[in-house]
């Protein structure tokens, strides 16, 4: 890759030249920034992957009857759409930023277990492998949703094991990722930085690591189970026997609620860079941020049952888990007002990592919005279910964690690349993103409150003309998409050369470095004031 | 300026009244008391987000536009205030108080399914509903309600497909046997299931209770006034889950008495009945929706090729595959309330056509 090339170019006396070049160096390597850039380029691929799945889904609900697909067909679509995206883009996307950006924002040379690295990394194509390939095996893939309660998922073909199978694999490579980042963040920074001056960016890494350490060991549980059901005669899930069903919706919410926020942790800490350099003015309220960031993560282990309010929990428990849901809305809330005290007296340019900031801002609070309205119970039970909470999820995720990714890429390419991005082609890409993306979602809201519900084919009469905006508003975005993927090549390909600090207002360690940085960022220390 | 204000008042207000009973916009109308309380939560709790949306988006497209280096603004460098965070962190801690008090009062009575008037069992099946009405007026009364809907019509992608499909009124969201029930009166629903996870909703009562095999959940409702009010099904339950709707009928008193009768005298009748649904009308409701398409391996109803080997069998090995079930046909194709006798004459049907 070029970006490799240009190390090697931009510093002459790189004693590590006998390491080796082309498809081993990329196999073998236990380098942080190639790593880095392996994870990117697997998420990249994967995303699209998954968006050609929602293309589908959306070709399908283009107009009421089914014109191409099967029903049964269609539930893998929406199943593989979400076990491809949230496992095979986003995660593995800000698990690329954490390897590319933390050693040199702490001012280390590499992280912590640089082999383990490598290997947290390579488990994941033999798992996407493994997730696709359950297409074509009989049954298909699984199609229980990426949530495969029980019993519907003891009940699916061979697809659903595959389907489980890399779910572990893909435990595993974050579980190893998430140790190595802790490891790296507690005991590798240069001298002078305390925890409290590290960059948010490390901070928010460094506690969305101890949730994937506390909450994929229960997938892997929750999916064992499932698997043990399915083939060794046991009865976790089945009630004839003894077990239980809704037991799994607690196990897999007792993951699925943080790992969220594992999904979105990383988001705020991309934009807490990128909004106080862009506005040439520091943080506003650093502590609170920590400690706000804190409360999120611990306050996301006690809500999981908001997903269940349905299932016939005593009043009790909808009660509880309604106020602590609610409270959620507290330091979210601070981390916004606090973005935009950064803001505020400020002296703010709009260069495309700025605009996906903004529009991050924007879009993913009124997701959090839309999270409160579905916090409240009485409310829940009617929305539960239905396109509003495809709806709401879609705006934190996509507006959310996808324009936090996007925001973090264009931010930091000219310094892992050495050359500038097309800043035209940025901007397009962002306006026709944020454009189109609430074409596709904002009138789910609507369906949702309608009555339409979830992870159907084919919808009663009325939903119609809103679900056709929504299709047209899905293939305008995913071909939006492709304006990211030819900016992106050509800025690795060439482009402007970079400056050490293209951003005026930029001041974390890494911007010390050259653009492109050396092979091992900091081979002595830094003094931290 | 005050004439500005006066017409964005009117605006707003003209808007009011879309707002309030647009279906396509809003939650449905409200046809029970527990489902107004819901309505006017969410209208309030979306009240209060916009008005924070508002402000708070206010205040950051303002500093987006005066605060900008082309603008000329310096960047001043103050970078915290322990006074501004606390007061941002109570002032949304009291909003939410101010939500959750009402809501607490609707999750309470919500929960509170005593001394109902009458008692019907919802189980959810692969893919319909099944209704016993258990205690008060209909006790006794027992049927499954299945969608009504043609699967030629869902499937036909011709230019009169699309008409015929546009000119259904209740497309996908009509039943054979709707639930009867009176007006005014409390009925406990109490939900389970057969097989997966389903979820009994309807929308304009405000109620959606999740069926769990093995499990048995309740809800409550009580209808305003006399209609017919549609609802889906609302937890993933496999390929069919989107076609197998809730339509409920509300009809006053003593309406109700007579449907109850007419049901009592049908069931007596419905045993001998039961042996006029000849193989072809077995076929059409319940073995087309694998066999028309061949999903899950089903053979193909007419696939001599796929039917030739099968047949070679014999009429007696195929009439156990189909009521014991094989691979992933489940036994009598998922209806279990079918008599033998059905089954083996669907299954003829089947082997005629394949031959």
Known sequence: ?529 | MISQWARFWVAVAAFAPALASADRYNLQTPQTPIAREIYDLHTLILLICCVIFVVVFGTMTYAIIKHRKAAGHKAEQFHENTTVEIVWTIIPFIILIGMAYPATKTVIQMKDTSSPDMTIKATGYQWKWGYDYLTGEGQGISFFSSLATPRELITDNSAEGHKKREAQAHYLLEVDNPVVVPVGKKIRIITTANDVIHSWWVPAFGVKQDAIPGFVRDTWFKVDKPGIYRGQCAELCGKEHGFMPIVVEAVEAGKYTQWVSEQNKKALTNVAAAGALDGKGVYDKVCVACHGTGAAGAPKFGDKAAWGPRIKQGQDTLYQHALKGIRAMPPKGGAPDLPDAQIKAAVDYLMAAGK
């Not at chain 1, 889904?57 to 759409?81: C, K, S, V, Y």
């Not at chain 1, 949730?211 to 059901?229: E, F, H, K, R, Y």
């Not at chain 1, 929305?383 to 934190?396: G, M, N, S």
């Not at chain 1, 397009?428 to 409150?449: A, E, R």
Request: glycine share 10%; hydrophobic share 55%; net charge neutral.
């Open chain 1, 1 to 529: 890759m070029d970006a490799a090339h240009a190390h090697d170019h931009a510093h002459g006396h790189d004693d590590h030249a006998h390491h080796p070049s082309g498809l081993m160096r990329w196999i073998t390597t236990t380098n942080h920034k190639d790593i880095g850039t392996l994870y990117l380029i697997f998420a990249c691929t994967m995303f699209f992957v998954g968006g050609v799945l929602a293309l589908g889904i959306r070709a399908e609900l283009f107009q009421p009857g089914l014109q191409f697909w099967r029903p049964d067909f269609f539930n893998e679509l929406t199943t593989m759409h979400g076990l491809i995206m949230v496992f095979g883009a986003i995660m593995p996307a800000f698990v690329g930023f954490a390897n590319w950006q933390i050693p040199m924002m702490i001012g280390a040379p590499d992280m912590a277990f640089a082999r383990m690295n490598n290997w947290s990394f390579w488990l994941l194509p033999p798992a996407a492998t493994l997730l696709v390939a359950s297409f074509f095996v009989p049954g298909g893939a699984p199609a229980a949703g990426w949530t495969i309660y029980a019993p519907l998922s003891t009940q699916m073909g061979p697809g659903m094991d595959l389907g489980i199978f890399a779910l572990h694999i893909m435990g595993a490579s974050s579980i190893m990722g998430s140790i190595n980042i802790i490891t790296t963040i507690l005991n590798m920074r240069a001298p002078g930085m305390t925890m409290m001056k590290m960059p948010l960016f490390v901070w928010t890494w460094l506690i969305t690591a101890y949730l994937l350490i506390a909450v994929m060991p229960v997938l892997a549980g929750a999916v064992t189970m499932v698997l043990t059901d399915r083939h060794f005669g046991t009865n976790f899930f089945n009630a004839a026997g003894g077990g239980d069903p809704v037991m799994f919706q607690h196990i897999f919410w007792f993951f699925g609620h943080p790992e969220v926020y594992i999904m979105i942790l990383p988001a705020f800490g991309i934009i807490s860079q990128v909004i106080p350099a862009f506005a040439r003015k520091p943080l506003f309220g650093y502590s609170s941020m920590v400690y706000a960031t804190a409360s999120i993560a611990i306050l996301s282990f006690i809500v999981w049952a908001h997903h269940m309010f349905t299932v016939g929990m005593p009043a009790a428990g909808q009660l509880f888990f309604m106020y602590a849901t609610m409270l959620i809305a507290v330091p979210t809330g601070v981390k916004v007002f606090n973005w935009i005290a950064t803001m505020w007296k400020g002296s703010m340019t709009f260069e495309t990592p700025m605009l996906f900031a903004c529009g991050f801002i924007f879009v993913f609070s009124m997701g959090g919005f839309t999270g409160l309205i579905l916090a409240i119970t009485p409310v829940d039970i009617q929305l539960q279910d239905t396109y509003y909470v495809v709806a709401h999820f879609h705006y934190v995720l996509v507006a959310g964690s996808l324009f936090a990714i996007f925001a973090g890429t264009y931010f930091w390419i000219p310094k892992w690349t050495g050359h500038m991005y097309d800043e035209t082609l940025g901007k397009w890409h962002f306006w026709l993103s944020m454009i189109f993306f609430n074409v596709t979602f904002f009138p789910m809201h609507f369906l949702g409150l309608a009555g339409m519900p979830r992870r159907i084919p084919d919808y009663a009469l009325q939903f119609a003309d809103f679900n056709m905006v929504a299709s047209i508003g899905a293939f305008g975005f995913g071909l939006s998409q492709l304006l990211f993927v030819i900016g992106v090549y050509k800025c690795i390909k060439g482009g402007e050369k970079a400056a050490q600090k293209p951003w005026e207002g930029a001041d974390t360690l890494e911007w010390t470095l050259p653009s492109p940085p050396p092979y091992h960022s900091f081979e002595t220390p830094p003094t931290v004031k």
